[in-house]
């Protein structure tokens, strides 16, 4: 008699308590109207500089990087689940985008389509105090991405 709703129950759960976390979730879903725009662009830049600055501009595998992104992102309260599921699909890119030599924090936020071409890149201002150095690494006026080059 009790054992059907246990079964519904235990079957019903079970998505949930053995998800794949190599799934990708739609983005779409993941609702933003706690952040603006422009600080959603900041956000990415930010976290996006302040593991740059980490690895001091030398990232020495996918598995250290995809460590200390999930890291980053989860230091952002109101960008946290979309940062995370960001960096998920995206780390391969990231990764191509940082050991290139010429790495652009906004060029990558761009393409990940979490900045428009209109937005500014970071000023110093808005770089983590504790991450001084990942403003110093990326912070050349090559910075400033001209999305006509594309």
Do not use: W
């Amino acid at each position: 008699m009790y054992l059907f709703p246990l079964v519904f129950i235990a079957l019903s759960l079970f998505p949930l308590i053995y998800s794949n976390d190599d799934e990708y979730e739609d983005l779409s879903a993941v609702p933003t109207s706690t952040l603006t725009p422009q600080e959603t662009c900041e956000l990415c830049q930010v976290a996006l500089r302040t593991v740059y600055g980490h690895f001091g501009a030398n990232v020495p595998s996918k598995r250290k990087l995809v460590h200390q992104l999930k890291h980053e992102c989860k230091r952002h309260f109101n960008y946290r689940r979309r940062c995370l599921l960001l960096m998920k699909v995206n780390y391969d890119m990231i990764f191509r985008e940082m050991t290139d030599g010429s790495f652009r924090p906004m060029e990558v936020c761009l393409i990940m389509k979490e900045c428009k071409p209109l937005d500014s890149p970071l000023s110093p201002e808005i770089i983590d105090p504790g991450q001084p150095e990942a403003f110093a690494l990326v912070s050349k006026s090559d910075d400033n991405y001209d999305s006509s080059d594309d």
